[in-house]
């Protein structure tokens, strides 16, 4: 019975420190210019001169 109760306060515990940690990093991110994911990918720059031509694309094809 305590080997079973060991386990169980080990699985929770693990899920507890899991859920703190991505919680911690969703409020604190590394940098301000990053996005919510905090990965650092793609989405945290954002490329100016490929948005504007693919805008013009997009209006020069209606």
């Given at each position: 019975m305590l080997v079973q109760q060991l386990i169980i306060?080990?699985?929770?515990?693990?899920?507890?420190?899991?859920?703190?940690?991505?919680?911690?990093?969703?409020?604190?991110?590394k940098s301000e210019g990053a996005c919510?994911?905090?990965c650092g990918g793609a989405c945290s720059a954002i490329d100016v001169?490929?948005?504007?031509?693919?805008?013009?694309k997009a209006q020069r094809a209606r």
């Open positions: 306060l080990a699985l929770f515990l693990g899920a507890a420190f899991y859920i703190g940690r991505r919680l911690w990093q969703s409020f604190f991110a919510p994911k905090g001169d490929a948005l504007q031509r693919s805008i013009e």
